[in-house]
């Protein structure tokens, strides 16, 4: 039960920092491209001194661990069954 239960954690993670990373990436993306204002993750990266593509890296790790994390609930529904 004890590595189920941590296993569990670590997916519920994942998809909550993909969710968060693909909606400020992708969405600060936009906004800046758009309406030409800056807010939450481009705001910091520009303040950084990041290129403007930045933006696009964070969505895109978004998008990965939102891949990753249904992977693993596909994988996790294949061994129930």
């Known amino acids: ?7 569990d954690n670590w997916q519920g993670a994942r998809w909550v920092l993909g969710a968060v990373l693909f909606v ?10 758009l309406a030409g204002t800056s807010f939450g993750v481009a705001g ?3 303040a950084a001194g990041l290129p403007p593509w ?8 978004g998008a990965a661990l939102l891949g990753w ?12 069954a």
């Open 1 to 7: 039960m004890g590595r189920q239960q941590k296993t």
């Open 24 to 33: 400020q990436g992708f969405g600060s993306a936009a906004t800046q491209a």
């Open 44 to 46: 910091l990266l520009r």
């Open 54 to 61: 930045s933006d696009l890296a964070v969505g895109a790790a």
């Open 69 to 80: 994390a249904l992977a693993r609930r596909g994988a996790r529904r294949g061994t129930r």
